[in-house]
């Protein structure tokens, strides 16, 4: 291996990470764009919560028994010996914030967004990333299913303007405290009279966690589980008038929705309102976004009993299917000719800018074509030209590089033009 090609395969980017380039991160800036403006019309502000957090808290709120907490956490030990963990989600950040900030006292909606990279250690594939990027909202101190319903139909006025079809929304409860337990040992029960026929994965989750089970993507697992007990069967009825609820709402708002006893999401701390919005077109990994709801997630903290319900949402996957218009950018190339008007043209780009006028100059000594070639090669739309003559008069040529056409006069006049174009 020569020097130059061990050198450029030690500065690869990590397994499971990439490069957002020029070209392509105008989308992700048009995404969350629209993430922003949808959101804030239904009342939520942004908060920003750090990047890793004490391992214990991912481990109390994502759930011991979650894939999360088992598998996937980049976790490490810092200088202080204090174990920390690369947040694997938003959510516990979130709670531990507002429980930290007393943010129930203010009084304001706590209607939160996020976005952001996520890590986890998960096996890379095509989509699936160990550095990927999420969008999360959540409603806290809001028990009325109606609020899950307003998130859901938020989430499709998103997806809606970012251009995504062909989907489909999936809806289901995994009940509460009160009545999971009961369908916990239905599931145990069903998992070991089949326990041969698992996984060794399923196995241990039979044990530890059976709705867990349900998350498998081994075919065989996928299809013992469809014969066990479905979580409708075992609701309380405080969760089924609560399902019956969200339903009502849903229908109200024209959403359509298919109910999925098994989709149960892959977190521990869901009770009642669990959704997914999937796609048919991303194969094995077809959830665009999804989430639920998480009523004792804040009291377990230590914090007041206050209700949350939430999604997150891919980017990476939304992006793989997403329509979105990229609006194109006007920029002006300023070409100088002569020391003099190359500090004449630094004032005149300085004043562009402040007039909002996107104005690019290059320092490099290059006569008239050879600048004109450049401004081709950077697609500008415009080129200012400045040279000795346009010093003396005040007057400057500008030229349209689509048309060809060219004009020239002050500043002033210049920067109407290009604000009419």
């Excluded at 998130?151 to 999936?170: D, F, Q, R, S, Y």
């Excluded at 609820?245 to 298919?258: E, F, Q, S, T, V």
């Excluded at 094995?284 to 804040?298: E, F, I, S, V």
């Excluded at 690019?360 to 074509?369: C, F, P, S």
Aim: net charge neutral; charged share 30%; glycine share 8%.
């Amino acid at each position: 291996m020569s020097e130059d090609t061990a050198a450029k395969k030690e500065l690869a980017a990590i397994k499971g990470t990439r490069d957002i380039l020029p070209g392509e991160v105008e989308k992700w800036q048009a995404l969350e764009a629209l993430a922003r403006t949808t959101f804030e019309l239904y009342g939520f502000r942004e908060l920003r919560a750090p990047v890793f957090e004490a391992t214990e808290l991912f481990e109390k709120g994502s759930g011991a028994t979650s894939d999360i907490v088992t598998k996937e956490m980049y976790t490490f030990t810092d200088k202080g010996g204090r174990s920390l963990t690369l947040r694997p989600e938003y959510t516990p950040s979130v709670v531990r914030a507002i429980v930290e900030h007393r943010l129930d006292l203010e009084g304001a909606p706590m209607r939160y967004y996020y976005m952001g990279p996520m890590f986890r250690y998960d096996k890379p594939q095509k989509g699936r990333y160990r550095q990927f990027h999420q969008v999360d909202i959540e409603v806290f101190g809001e028990k009325d299913a109606a609020v899950d319903a307003e998130i859901i139909e938020m989430a499709h006025a998103l997806l809606g303007k970012l251009g995504v079809a062909g989907t489909e929304t999936l809806v289901n409860s995994v009940g509460c405290r009160a009545c999971r337990p009961a369908y916990s040992a239905a599931l145990r029960q069903a998992a070991a009279a089949r326990r041969a026929d698992l996984c060794p994965d399923c196995q241990r989750k039979a044990e530890t966690n059976p709705l867990r089970i349900f998350d498998c993507k081994v075919e065989a697992c996928r299809t013992i589980a469809a014969a066990f007990p479905s979580i409708q069967d075992f609701l309380c009825q405080e969760c089924r008038d609560h399902f019956r609820r969200l339903l009502a709402c849903l229908d109200a708002l024209g959403i359509p929705c298919r109910i999925d006893p098994r989709l149960v999401r892959g977190l521990d701390y869901y009770t009642k309102t669990t959704f997914e919005i999937v796609s048919s077109h991303l194969g094995a990994q077809n959830a665009l976004l999804g989430g639920g709801r998480y009523d004792d997630m804040m009291k377990d903290f230590g914090g007041p009993d206050i209700c949350g319900t939430g999604f997150a949402m891919g980017i990476e996957r939304v992006l793989s299917m997403a329509e979105i218009a990229v609006p194109k950018r006007k920029t002006v190339y300023l070409a100088h000719l002569g020391e003099e008007a190359r500090m004449a043209g630094l004032e005149l780009a300085r004043w562009l800018r402040s007039n909002g006028v996107e104005c690019l100059v290059e320092y490099k000594d290059r006569g008239m074509k050879a600048h004109f070639g450049r401004a081709n090669k950077l697609q500008a739309d415009w080129v200012l030209i400045v040279g000795e003559n346009e010093m003396k008069s005040g007057r400057f040529a500008l030229k349209d590089m689509a048309t060809g056409r060219q004009v020239d006069g002050p500043r002033e006049e210049l920067l109407a033009l290009l604000r009419t174009n």
